[in-house]
């Protein structure tokens, strides 16, 4: 129970979760302004000051959601400078050494990513909604902001497709080959053992396989359900507020177990 707690508290005081959590409390809070049928559930949080009723819930969360959202793009503020660094980094190790299709589009999902919170970034002024603060002004933000979302559209499609290639090479690698055939002299032990180290080295990397797979088909699930966000805010895919919410929360869950499991590996590590 310890280590679950130690992990939560690493978990919440690492930015990467603490916006994914983020992400999960805006999706559920859009989630209840999309079915006004849920906001009854919410009653018992708010204060006495007025007889609740979902007029009142609604007009509480929806500018709370806001600042959710506020607080989640702070806190990615400088997500644009990692990209372009892995961007650079792949492009890098590509014109010293011919690479694989994978990393070529991992080269466009990171550069166009960070495209997107770069757009991101320079509009957080204006979203902050503070009197002489904007640099755009709320029709050229909106602008940019939609733009924006046609960058990550096409990052998250170019991720997808390469997780389909690294997917596909994975399973296509052959299991390492039988230990060398016994010299001559050898008794059945040598060869026992021989056999044995055998089976053990193709049951290892069989299962590093299998958990390789496991990650790209999580991350490829996220990134395919979160193409629906950014289709429908520019208008190439159409969907309801309360589906996109549902998305959201699935694919908050599905991004925040990688850094879930990291926090336990760092504390399993801090503990050895």
């Not at 130690?6 to 930015?15: C, L, P, R, Y």
């Not at 959590?21 to 999706?27: E, K, P």
Request: hydrophobic share 50%.
């Amino acid at each position: 129970m310890s280590h679950v707690i130690e992990q939560f508290i690493s978990f919440g005081t690492d930015i990467f979760g603490l916006e994914r959590l983020l992400r999960g409390v805006q999706a559920i809070f859009q989630i209840f302004l999309a079915y006004p049928l849920l906001l009854p559930a919410l009653y018992p949080f708010f204060t006495a000051g007025a007889p609740p009723s979902p007029r009142l819930t609604a007009l509480t969360l929806d500018p709370l959601k806001a600042q959710v959202n506020i607080t989640r793009r702070a806190l990615r503020t400088f997500n644009f400078a990692r990209s372009f660094s892995t961007a650079y980094a792949l492009v890098a190790r590509a014109v010293a050494d011919p690479q694989p299709l994978e990393v070529h589009l991992d080269i466009i999902a990171s550069s166009l990513m960070g495209v997107f919170s770069l757009l991101e970034t320079i509009t957080l002024p204006d979203m902050l909604g503070v009197p002489g603060a904007a640099l755009f002004g709320d029709a050229r933000a909106a602008t940019i902001n939609v733009e924006a979302q046609r960058f990550w559209f096409c990052a998250l499609a170019c991720g997808v497709l390469a997780g389909a290639v690294k997917i596909a090479n994975l399973i296509g690698k052959l299991v390492p080959g039988p230990a060398p055939a016994p010299k001559g002299g050898e008794d059945w032990k040598d060869e026992r053992e021989r056999l044995r180290k055998g089976v053990a080295a193709r049951k290892a990397h069989r299962a590093g396989v299998r958990k390789k797979v496991r990650a790209l088909l999580r991350r490829m699930a996220a990134d395919s359900l979160d193409l629906l966000i950014p289709g429908s805010a520019v208008g190439w895919i159409s969907s309801e507020p309360g589906t996109i919410g549902t998305v959201m929360l699935c694919t908050s869950v599905l991004t925040g177990l990688d850094v879930w499991e990291r926090c336990g590996r760092q504390v399993a590590g801090q503990k050895a």
